[in-house]
């Protein structure tokens, strides 16, 4: 009896880890696309709470920019982190061996994410796509579309009239955008001079390969994160 009740208490805490998990992951994939839907659309650009009706001060689309891969890096270690935790709770249930002759069929159910085999296959692949792409395929989107934006960025006036492999030269293997404010070259922005003004400072080449390997780090931690979920 005593074994029997420990199973239902580790039972319990492996539904909440997955509750934590899931409710984690829904609000900073919102978070991530909200990012990347900023950094892309003029009028969120110049004043991101013009879509609610709002303006909000202080809000400067550069540093969704700058920071937006880290923040989707950040997003994705949470979510190892929690889903380390589950995976710990899970082993405790059913032992190293991963023996789960003694659960009931729904405890086996909750530990394999509701998947009964036989279960409609497409019931089973819709369930998987909408959580494989809002937890795992947003945020290192989200830091690709980011990264993307950032090439947008030049060190002058002059420099805008070059093209987009110029831009990626002058930011990765010159130290033309070292300690400066960019210039982030749209027609919607530039009408907003204080904007462009206050974006923050870059410094590139060093930041570039930062703001590439976060990305490079993103999908990596994606990948892994998704293995660790679906398993």
């Known amino acids: ?13 492996f539904d909440e880890a997955t509750a934590s998990f899931e409710k984690t992951a829904l609000l900073l994939g919102f978070v991530n696309l909200f990012l990347a839907i900023w950094v892309r659309t003029s009028g969120l650009q110049i004043n991101p709470g013009s879509a609610v009706g709002l303006g909000i001060a202080g809000f400067n689309v550069g540093y969704a920019i700058v920071f937006g891969p880290l923040i989707a890096v950040v997003s994705l270690a949470v979510f190892i982190s929690l889903l380390h935790r589950r995976g710990t709770l899970k082993n405790a249930v059913t032992g190293t061996s991963g023996n789960s002759a003694h659960l009931s069929p729904g405890d086996k159910l909750a530990l394999a994410n509701y998947e009964a ?13 909408w959580r ?32 987009s492999w110029d831009r990626i030269g002058s930011l990765f293997f010159t130290t033309k955008s070292w300690e400066i404010r960019p210039i982030l070259p749209d027609h919607a922005l530039e009408q907003a001079s204080n904007l462009m003004a206050s974006l923050p400072y870059v410094y590139a080449p060093l930041q570039s390969w930062i703001e590439l390997g976060l990305v490079l780090l993103s999908f990596g931690l994606a990948w892994h994160a998704a293995r660790k979920y679906f398993s």
């Open 117 to 129: 085999p036989g279960s409609d296959r497409v019931s089973v692949w819709v369930n998987r796509l």
């Open 132 to 163: 494989g792409f809002w937890y795992f395929v947003i945020p290192p989107a989200a830091a690709l579309i980011e990264l993307l934006r950032y090439c947008d960025f030049v060190p002058s006036e002059s420099a805008k009239a070059g093209g």
């Open 1 to 13: 009896m005593d074994k029997a009740k420990a199973v239902e208490r580790d039972l319990k805490r």
